[in-house]
């Protein structure tokens, strides 16, 4: 039995100095990108300038992506909210008013995508299209700004 301790302490202690060793040379050679993947989070509606109006009447929006090569589907939860110039309270009206159609525009948008193509876009594409989306169904102004509460994917 001391003999087995003895040989699992020695097994614990190269597996110790080989991941320490692949951590280091993957640092030094500069291989290694840690928060690589991980999403920055955007600025919330309360921090918005004072130039700047948010309109966070959306909601949370929960959608099906489109079946990808595997028939799998991922579900994708986000909570938008948009940024406009100045306090125009017609424009804040129509954003009230059209409020449901610009959350079906954007559950169209993520139910056309698959979550490889969505990863692949990246955030900023997303943003950047939905908000030309949102702005050809705005009459009053324009929206500057797409931001997102939550961005998460389900599997």
């Keep these: 039995m001391r003999n087995f301790n003895k040989v699992l302490l020695l097994l614990a202690s190269v597996i110790l100095i080989f991941i320490t ?3 280091a040379i993957a640092v030094c050679t500069k291989n290694a990108h840690p ?3 991980l999403r920055r989070e955007d600025p919330s509606p309360k921090s918005v300038s004072s130039s700047k ?3 966070n009447n959306i909601g949370q929006i929960r ?3 489109k079946e990808d090569e595997n028939s799998e589907k991922s579900v994708i939860v986000l909570t ?3 940024e406009y110039d100045g306090t125009d309270q017609a424009f804040y009206e129509e954003l009230d008013r059209k409020h449901q159609s610009l959350k079906s525009l954007m559950t169209k948008f993520f139910a056309g995508h698959t979550k490889a193509e969505l990863m692949k876009f990246g955030e900023e594409k997303i943003k950047n299209e939905l908000k030309a989306q949102v702005n050809e169904n705005l009459v009053l ?3 500057s700004q797409i931001y997102f509460n939550d961005y998460l994917f389900l599997d």
């Design 53 to 55: 109006t948010a309109f």
């Design 63 to 65: 959608v099906f992506t």
């Design 35 to 37: 928060g690589v993947g």
């Design 141 to 143: 102004g324009e929206i």
């Design 21 to 23: 060793a692949v951590t």
């Design 80 to 82: 938008p909210w948009f």
